[in-house]
Structure formats: structure tokens, C-alpha cells
């Protein structure tokens, strides 16, 4: 059984950074791409960052372009979003996804395994 788990959200000011991690058991991650995606109150999921399996290749919404960073660690089964310059638009639940294939997607329905979802929130 996959699970994926976040971690690392909370509460910090406009300006401030965060790391998030989620960690997956019940597969190797090295074969697939990761991606994170969130969903603010009231809103639709919406795509955030994806990395290719080597990590080689990655995508970012215009939205978190120059302010978020998505890396792995293989070896550790662990995906991470480093998100600096936070804005109160950046409030969501933030969930990481693991994909079908090695190649880093935008669309949600490529992703078949999901994390429960971890709360950051940004204050003005």
C-alpha cells in the first residue's frame, strides 16, 4: 500500500519561508515523477511544482515561479518544497503526488497516489 505524508506546514508572516516534506512508503519514488499541489479555501486544486525522477527537469505554476523550489532525495524516498517570499495567497492545504510515469505533468489526473494534505497558512 502507498502512502505519501506530509509535513512541515504552519502558520508564518507574508515574506517568510517553509519547507515542506512528504515522505512515501510503499514504493520506490526513484521511478516516478512527484509533484505538489494545493487547494485554498473555497478554490479548486490547483498544480504547484512537479519534478521529473531524476530530478532533472522541473515545472512551476506562474504563480510560484521564482519563489518556490521543488527538489527530491531518492535515496530518502522524499520530496520537498522549499517556498520563500510567501504571500497570503499562498494559504492552502498542500498536497504532494506521486505520478504513472517518470515524466513531470501539470494535470492532477496524471498523479494516482496522494498525500492527506498538510495546512499552510500565510498572515498579512
Known amino acids: 500500500q502507498v502512502q505519501l505524508v506530509e509535513s512541515g506546514g504552519g502558520l508564518v508572516q507574508a515574506g517568510g519561508s517553509l519547507r515542506v516534506s512528504c515522505v512515501a512508503s510503499g514504493r520506490t519514488i526513484s521511478s516516478y515523477a512527484m509533484a505538489w499541489f494545493r487547494q485554498g479555501p473555497g478554490k479548486e486544486r490547483e498544480f504547484v511544482a512537479t519534478i521529473s525522477w531524476t530530478g532533472g527537469t522541473t515545472h512551476y505554476a506562474d504563480s510560484v515561479k521564482g519563489r518556490f523550489t521543488i527538489s527530491r532525495d531518492n535515496a530518502k524516498n522524499t520530496v520537498y518544497l522549499q517556498m520563500d517570499n510567501l504571500k497570503p495567497e499562498d494559504t492552502a492545504v498542500y498536497f504532494c503526488?506521486?505520478?504513472?510515469?517518470?515524466?513531470?505533468?501539470?494535470?492532477?489526473?496524471?498523479?494516482?497516489?496522494w498525500g492527506q494534505g498538510t495546512q499552510v497558512t500565510v498572515s498579512s
Open positions: 503526488a506521486t505520478g504513472r510515469t517518470g515524466w513531470p505533468r501539470v494535470d492532477s489526473h496524471e498523479y494516482n497516489y
